[in-house]
């Protein structure tokens, strides 16, 4: 009667498989969160490196702009666009699952020029803490910004050809043309005396529609040929839309051109305007003007270039029309 | 009647082999419940684990280059689109005859690839994930200030157990500083 199992002897193993196998299935859902809570510090991390890069481009561009013009001690928000960071006291939209600030403090050093906790405020060092934040979770960054950029010699750039005249706000060469591929517009210029290095190009644009396609400028020796720069691509947001303004379109590297020739400025879209179907969505106004002798002596407007995917398609010259641009040079 | 009761005592009732069949009915489902769930969570956490070392390999590879290069090659380049290709000019290593070399970045098909100037193609995410976004912005702070912006989502291959990594950073590019 003793020997075999008892109703109790199964429940025990019972018991002891059961703890076994919970305590299996406990390590390895702790092992998948251990895993997606590493992957979303690696995210907040880089997103956190991310805010110190902005703010040394941002340094970089200019120091009383914008490191000492904003607030000591309060959070600021950055933002990428068209190719720029702003930094600015107004929050902006989360990245992904994440929300980032920046703190700006200021840097006190002691009588052996250190960095200490009291002293002397230096007004060319700065102590920036960017934070990336989820819900409860939280990553910070602390770098130290000096403005060493003041003994560096920069480079610049100035207006080397423009035409200022520009004052008809209408839809002349209908781009980004509406999925209809009806190609780019293009204005013409000729260059000064001696050779130029263009860093960027400021066009005359106002949006018309609440969102056209993003948009590129291009430098080109006639309307088709191969392109001799690209610049950054402008989101159309930051095109002004109640009123025309100038936007820039920067040369990642200066683009050199030679003395008294001719060069076309090619506003591009993405996607393409000159493909039918491509996904271009208009409308942006380039400001122009009519006279009957173009006022612009050293060039001419285009429309219509490498309309429905032929690239070889000049377009439809305007000699009678300006459209408003700058062309900078670097000093 | 001793004997009788003795004899009875002995074997299986009716009703304890019915709660023996049970209880071991409850046990083996219980027990083929945790070993699905224990190779399922290990599933899951192989496809967070290849997901989260090929992100980070990536982003670590291409941020390397970034910063070693000169300027990006605008014409071969896709920006801000998230099939998007990088094309970069290094002097780090040039090209025989050369000051400086190229590299560029793509994705096909879910896989991240590169190429240096001269070299094959070389693939630089695993089978087991596919980049979904291999996304590139310039940035252009100032005159001869350039960086570039990368955002990179890679997901499990196996849509069965999924996983997914977005991984956005930005590097200047120091060759030109």
New interface residues.
């Given amino acids: 009667m003793k020997h075999g199992f008892g109703l109790i002897e199964i429940i025990i193993v019972t018991a002891i498989v059961s703890g076994a196998l919970f305590m299996f299935s406990q390590v390895g859902a702790f092992a998948l969160k251990v895993l997606r809570h590493e992957k979303e510090n690696l995210e907040m991390s880089l997103l956190a490196e991310d805010g110190i890069e902005a703010m040394r481009a941002l340094r970089d561009e200019s120091w009383a702009n914008n490191i000492d013009a904003h607030d000591e001690g309060t959070d600021h928000y950055i933002s990428l666009e068209s190719g720029k960071w702003k930094i600015g006291d107004t929050a902006v939209p989360p990245v992904g699952q994440y929300s980032r600030f920046v703190v700006i403090e200021p840097v006190l050093r002691n009588a052996q020029d250190k960095i200490s906790a009291s002293g002397t405020a230096d007004p060319g060092t700065r102590k920036v803490a960017v934070r990336v934040t989820k819900d409860t979770r939280t990553v910070s960054l602390v770098s130290y910004l000096t403005d060493f950029q003041q003994y560096v010699p920069r480079p610049a750039d100035a207006i080397s050809v423009s035409y200022e005249g520009a004052a008809t706000d209408a839809n002349l060469a209908s781009f980004p043309s509406n999925n209809a591929g009806d190609g780019d517009p293009a204005q013409s210029f000729t260059t000064p005396a001696s050779s130029i290095q263009v860093t960027r190009v400021s066009l005359l644009l106002r949006r018309a529609t609440a969102a056209p396609s993003h948009v590129f400028a291009e430098i080109r020796s006639t309307p088709v040929s191969m392109a001799l720069g690209t610049s950054t691509t402008v989101a159309s947001v930051s095109i002004p839309q109640s009123a025309s303004g100038w936007v820039d379109f920067y040369f990642p590297q200066p683009v050199t051109l030679a003395a008294v020739t001719s060069y076309y400025i090619r506003l591009r879209s993405m996607p393409a305007s000159t493909d039918v179907s491509s996904g271009s969505a208009g409308t942006l106004h380039w400001l122009y003007r009519q006279t009957a002798s173009s006022q612009y002596a050293g060039g001419v407007a285009r429309r219509y270039i490498g309309r429905l995917s032929n690239s070889a398609d000049q377009g439809q010259l305007l000699d009678q029309y300006d459209f408003g641009f700058r062309v900078y040079d670097l000093q | 009647m001793i004997c009788n009761s003795k004899k009875l ?2 074997g299986f009732s009716l009703i304890e082999a019915v ?2 069949v049970a ?1 071991l009915g409850v ?1 083996s489902i ?2 083929a419940n ?2 699905i ?2 190779v399922q ?2 599933a ?2 192989r496809a ?2 290849e ?2 070392a090929n ?2 390999s990536l ?1 670590d590879h291409l941020a390397t280059k970034i910063a070693s290069s000169q ?2 090659y ?2 071969a380049s896709q ?3 998230d099939a998007g290709q990088l094309s970069l000019v290094s002097a780090v290593a040039p090209t025989a005859g050369h000051t400086t070399g190229y590299a560029d970045f793509w994705m096909d098909n879910g896989v991240a690839y590169m190429r240096e100037e001269g070299d094959a193609a070389t693939p630089l995410s695993a089978a087991t994930v596919r980049v979904t976004a291999f996304r590139f ?11 570039v ?1 990368m955002t990179i989502r890679i997901d499990a291959a196996s849509p069965k157990f999924p996983a997914s ?8 590019l120091r060759g030109n500083y």
């Fill in positions: 005592r002995t709660v023996y209880l046990i219980f027990i945790s070993v769930f224990l969570a290990y899951r956490a967070e684990r997901v989260l992100a980070r982003t300027e990006t605008g014409f920006f801000d689109m912005e310039r940035i252009i702070q100032t005159v001869g200030r350039e960086a912006r990594a977005t991984l956005i950073t930005t590097t200047a």
